[in-house]
């Protein structure tokens, strides 16, 4: 008998964990969303607008066209939006690891549960001499943008407050993404 734990995550949701191991999954176009297991998972999306969220484990989620939401979750992820004003979340309160986004757009922003450090205030976080973003909790992204080059600066948009918890928003510098771009997705509608 398969073991199947429950519990809440930080944001409220309810995980369920299930069985270890490689796992392709699609989204569910009822659902709207994807949700990874312990192991690493492959998680691919559709058109419309979805959720992945790979959960434990190094995952591959490839969220094609539409306004989406990619979670990598705990283990080093490889993100990839595809089409569409997308939404890369990183929870601080966990271990997000080493994570990559292979094509972060003009148009996608990236969030965190807390303001990242801007070392001269000028709202815009650079990366500095490795390249790669590093975030308040240890874990790193490197981002390569959607036209093969490396994004090394990151300009902050602002803060939505949603059930008790502020969402920083990041996007490229000089891109019109920001805040709306989170707060018009079905980001929090998804999470309710
Ligand atoms: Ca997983
Ligand atoms: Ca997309
Ligand atoms: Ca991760």
């Known amino acids: 008998m398969a073991d199947c734990v429950l519990r809440l995550g930080k944001r409220g949701t309810l995980l369920r964990e299930t069985e270890l191991g490689s796992n392709r999954l699609e989204v569910d176009p009822a659902a709207g969303q994807s949700w990874g297991t312990l192991g690493a ?11 992945l969220y790979g959960y434990d484990g190094a995952d591959r989620l490839s969220a094609g066209a539409g306004r989406d939401l990619l979670e990598g979750g705990r283990g080093d ?11 890369f979340m990183f929870d601080i309160d966990g271990d997000t690891g080493r994570d990559r986004i292979v ?80 707060t018009e997705s079905r980001f929090f509608d998804l999470l309710g």
């Open 77 to 87: 992820d490889i993100l990839s939006g595809g089409a569409g004003a997308d939404v």
């Open 103 to 182: 094509d972060f757009g003009t148009g996608d922003v990236l969030v965190t549960t807390e303001l990242l450090f801007d070392a001269n205030g000028d709202g815009v976080v650079d990366f500095g001499r490795d390249r790669v973003l590093n975030l308040p909790n240890q874990g790193t992204v490197a981002i390569t943008g959607d036209n093969g080059g490396r994004v090394q600066r990151l300009e902050y948009d602002g803060f939505v407050d949603e059930g008790g918890i502020r969402y920083f928003v990041y996007s490229k510098v000089g891109s019109a993404a920001g805040v709306p771009t989170l």
């Open 41 to 51: 998972d492959t998680l691919v999306g559709t058109a419309a607008d979805e959720f």
